[in-house]
């Protein structure tokens, strides 16, 4: 008898308790808005903005309203306007390349390597070009590249390097944590990344003027004084006036809940790479499908996988897919020509139109993705890994990738 998986893939853990608690009081007194306080007070999104400063191991911190809008708030604080050209990634999701053309800026996409991370070649090439002043870095997935050679070719050509960190929430690479290699890092606590508030997101830097214009830009009516991970009101007073406000804040509500699930970050982290072990384990040697080798330095948070199907024609592809929901389990080809509930390929994003990457597009095709929930145990994910491996062998017995 096959066995066929139950368990959801858009299931995440319930909020923990302390953190129902917080909220509770939150909602108890009526002051949601984060400069609602009473005196003697200290709001919640303040404390967490504090506590996220010290646990990424940086001085700045600012809590916004959703990730892309901390990633915009990012690119506009660093001075990125209309018809700029912004260096990113290939492959990525929608809110990267939207954030930039949010701005009226242009995403000019840098290649995918077989290892899921950005060309460094085509990135040291583009740099060479000296058009763009910034790269928006997307560690897509959880997969952090070369940070000292890819700092290395931004800081020879000038560029400044934004780190989207949704998926690294919590890495690290060569023992520094992932968002404190560039000039400002941009976090997501929407619910499928690393620490669930619904919608929300942060920005961390350790520079006081880039961090004095996000806050204003993010909303703070002149109300900056009542921030704890902010520079002093003497570098605010320089940019006070100039600055837009763009409004993107987080709200006590969404802060209370996240303090208690910043203390379990670590733990967190440790139990995702338990299942994205287990995992792996099951998936390695399946032929035709390449496991994803991750290097030494990096230290990854689990909380998806990805493997490769090269070269497969898309009805293989699709076959495996096809079979694989049939027992259960739930892939996402971010290869696919259309996009579906998720779209990760830079020639689906028609408004910021690129030439054809072709070493790129034979490794998007490729890629096939799976989240990996804490509400799935070690046997669930010794399951799934057994189920992809009997459908990949499957297709790939019954006429080969090119079916
Ligand atoms: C989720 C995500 C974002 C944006 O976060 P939101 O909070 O949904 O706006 C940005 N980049 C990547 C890679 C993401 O996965």
Known sequence: MSETFKGAFTQQEPIPEDAIEAALRVLRSGRLHRYNVVEGE???VSLLEQEFAAAMDVPFALATSSGGSAIATALRAVGVGPGDPVLTNAFTLAPVPGAIASLGAVPVYVGVTEDLVIDLDH???LAGQGNASVLLLSH???HICDMDRLMEICDAAGIRVIEDCAHTMGGAWNGINSGNHGIAACYSTQTYKHMNSGEGGFLT???PDLMARAVILSGSYMLYGRHLAAPGPEVFEKVKYGTPNVSGRMDNLRAA???PQLRRLKDQCARWNDRYR???AGLRGTPGLTVIERPEQEHYVGSSIQVLLLDWSDRAVNEVLRRCAARGVELKWFGGAEPTGFT???DSWRYAPSDRLPKSDRILKAIVDMRLPLTFSLDDCAMLARIIRA????VWQAGGAGA
Do not use: F, H, Q
């Open 42 to 44: 200290t709001a919640e």
């Open 123 to 125: 990135l040291a090439e």
């Open 140 to 142: 897509m997935r959880g």
């Open 205 to 207: 830097t350790r520079d």
């Open 257 to 259: 809940i996240l303090r």
């Open 278 to 280: 287990v995992v792996e």
């Open 344 to 346: 990760s390929r830079y």
């Open 391 to 394: 459908e990949v062998g499957a």
